[in-house]
């Protein structure tokens, strides 16, 4: 299935759970996790994952290292810091708020390290209403993993962005193989996927919509919503990449925004200072 309805793959302790079987692919996974308090351990297996607050803080121990993240009030108030955890680890997390983990098969253990706010490169992307805000925390040239790329994109009300629409799913020197998972907070708004098969679907918060393959984008934030996804990949090749080719029929619009001003509400958040 492309579309995952808020809620609807909850096992607990976890209110989503995707791994690469349940998605029917190969490498790409998320989990969310809620926390009031209680102490949660779990084992990573063979995914490395990062601990990304949503809302609220916690602390973590790993490997003999004890980590807190700070968090922040929510994906629309700031920057948060983030915490790295290997494969093959036992983990111990405590805290009060919500958690994302994106996760990717791996098979290079990697140490268990913090993220800090400060050191996330923050990039506005696009002009006009193809405006936005993008939170390389862990894209390839910030941030090393074996498999794992995760970044997120926040979308002011009215505007579009994963645009023009692109596809990762065909290895060639300008475009890497990904299995992509979009999860989105806000809204509602509404995402596009096409090209091998066709999602038109409205998300809000909780909402996962799976990229396997095929053209995506846009993602539609509705006027007057702001629209908030982690985008969650991996891929086969041994050098992490973003690559992508943009749908031929759209690719012009980027030249577009040479003569467009930058929507001035982005970028929406920053670091806690």
Excluded at 41 to 46: I, K, L, S, Y
Excluded at 66 to 92: I, K, M, Q, W
Excluded at 184 to 197: A, I, K, L, N, S
């Amino acid at each position: 299935m492309t579309f995952i309805p808020a809620g609807s793959t909850a096992n607990a302790p976890w209110a989503l759970w995707i791994t690469p079987e349940t998605a029917g692919w190969a490498r790409s996974g998320l989990r969310l996790l809620h926390l009031s308090g209680e102490t949660v351990e779990f084992a990573t297996g063979g995914e490395e994952m990062v601990v990304l607050p949503l809302s609220g803080g916690c602390a973590i121990e790993c490997d003999g290292v004890r980590l807190t993240l700070h968090g922040r009030t929510s994906v629309f108030h700031a920057v948060t810091d983030f915490a790295y955890l290997p494969v093959e680890a036992t983990v111990r997390i405590t805290g009060e708020g919500r958690f994302a983990f994106p996760s990717a098969r791996a098979s290079r253990r990697l140490p268990v390290r913090y993220g800090p706010a400060d050191r996330v490169p923050v990039e506005v992307r696009g002009a006009g209403q193809s405006s936005r805000q993008v939170n390389n925390f862990c894209a390839p040239d910030a941030f090393d993993c074996d498999k794992l790329v995760a970044v997120e994109v926040l979308t002011p009300g009215g505007n579009w962005s994963s645009y023009p629409p692109h596809k990762h799913d065909t290895a060639s020197e300008h475009e890497a193989v990904l299995e992509e998972i979009y999860y989105f907070e806000g809204g509602p708004g509404y995402q596009r996927v096409y090209g091998t098969h066709d999602t038109l679907t409205e998300v809000s918060g909780g909402d996962v919509v799976l990229v396997p393959h095929g053209y995506h984008g846009p993602s539609m934030a509705a006027p007057g919503y702001d629209l908030y996804y982690l985008n969650v990949l991996a891929g086969p090749a041994e050098k992490r990449s973003m690559a992508f080719c943009d749908d031929p029929r759209h690719a012009w619009v980027r030249s577009s925004w040479a003569d467009q001003p930058v929507d001035p509400r982005v970028p929406m958040t920053r670091a806690p200072r």
